[in-house]
């Protein structure tokens, strides 16, 4: 019995969970001004033939951000090849629009919830809705022609409306059109705009007007090729508020970078200072010891001159000194043999000299005799 009651309870809570939320929850408040915002849509779409037919059913994942009134209508403009008398197609002209939930020009107190409201949850002050839809080509507004296949190309998504269960609504547009003006300046009642829908522009072509969503107009789009049957387009929409989160994330830590590394160049710079000195001293050494090398290298050569003509000099000299020796031997040898002379001769004169004194003495005592003789 007691594995009865959980598989009961099971499926009550499963079933609670895959059941859109009740519409009677929701009261609108009409005194709120905020209108819807995007968060994030994707589509998918089938191309099938029924009852002769060519059905094109499109399936919408769909996120926006409210305030007091959740979303009641969206409409979703495509526009795309144009066919011919002599090739028709089933043709997408400008503002062919698919519309989930009621009549977007409803009155006012006469807008229902949608039942593709799958969740919708409280964020601070605000509440993300998550809502899951198929639109049909058959309730497209104007009537395209079923009769044939789609023309052959790219229908393109280039305007969005929205209104909330207050009916407050927003226009988002990708191109200038003069019906779409009042949408360039917020919503359909000129109601104040908050300052996260203040952050990006509402029209590509402008940047200097409010807005609430940041769309990839080029990738929300269809193709058709008469082939192919299905294909899919998803996160054609920036959810803005988590870019920017992202972005200002981006920015911290870039700056955090950007900080860093002024700071290295800051120390490089120091650092290149400091090289650039050392390296214009290096210069000026490098300078003085080229100078130093030159003079080193000049006398160096003038020592060399010097060296050899002293070395020619010494060998000049060497000889001079030899011839000088030899001489001095001759000389010598001359020296000895003189004075051997001198002494033998200084012998014979002391001899001489003795014998002419003994001769002087004589004749002295012959020139005493009376009369002088001859020669006294």
Not at 53 to 65: G, K
Not at 145 to 161: A, D, H, R, T
């Amino acid at each position: 019995m007691r594995k009865k009651w959980i598989i009961t309870l099971s499926v009550l809570i499963l079933s609670t969970l895959l059941t859109p939320l009740n519409a009677a929850d929701h009261k609108p408040d009409f005194a709120d001004p905020y209108v819807p915002q995007i968060k994030s849509l994707s589509l998918s779409y089938e191309q099938k033939k029924v009852n002769n037919q060519y059905i094109v059913e499109t399936s919408f994942d769909l996120t926006v951000r409210d305030h007091r009134n959740p979303l009641s209508v969206f409409e979703i403009s495509f526009q795309g090849p144009k066919t011919s008398s002599t090739a028709p197609c089933q043709e997408w002209m400008g503002g062919t629009t698919l519309t989930y939930g009621g009549n977007i020009w409803a009155k006012q107190g006469d807008f229902k919830v949608p039942t593709g409201l799958i969740s919708r949850n409280q964020v601070g002050d605000w509440y993300e809705e998550k809502h899951q839809f198929k639109i049909s080509n058959n309730t497209a507004w104007p009537p395209v022609n079923l009769n044939f296949s789609p023309c052959i190309g790219e229908v393109k998504g280039f305007y969005i409306q929205m209104k909330d269960l207050a009916g407050h609504g927003v226009k988002i547009s990708d191109i200038e059109l003069p019906y779409v003006q009042s949408a360039n300046q917020g919503n359909f009642n000129d109601l104040p705009l908050d300052p996260e829908q203040q952050k990006c522009s509402l029209n590509s072509n402008s940047t200097l007007m409010p807005c609430t969503h940041n769309i990839q107009w080029s990738n929300l789009k269809m193709t058709f090729s008469g082939t192919q049957d299905k294909s899919a387009s998803q996160i054609q929409v920036v959810d803005y508020q988590t870019l920017n989160i992202s972005l200002q994330s981006q920015i911290t830590a870039l700056t955090s970078d950007k900080t860093s590394l002024q700071s290295q160049i800051t120390t490089l710079n120091s650092e290149k200072s400091g090289l650039q000195t050392q390296i214009t001293t290096l210069g000026a050494d490098i300078i003085a010891l080229q100078n130093q090398v030159t003079t080193l290298t000049s006398d160096k050569s003038t020592l060399s001159g010097q060296i050899t003509k002293l070395t020619s000099e010494k060998l000049a000299l060497q000889g001079q000194l030899s011839a000088s020796n030899t001489e001095k031997a001759t000389l010598s040898g001359q020296v000895s043999t003189l004075t051997t002379a001198n002494s033998a001769l200084t012998s014979n004169a002391a001899d001489l000299t003795g014998k002419l004194s003994a001769a002087n003495k004589k004749i002295a005592s012959i020139c005493k005799a009376k009369p002088k003789p001859k020669g006294c």
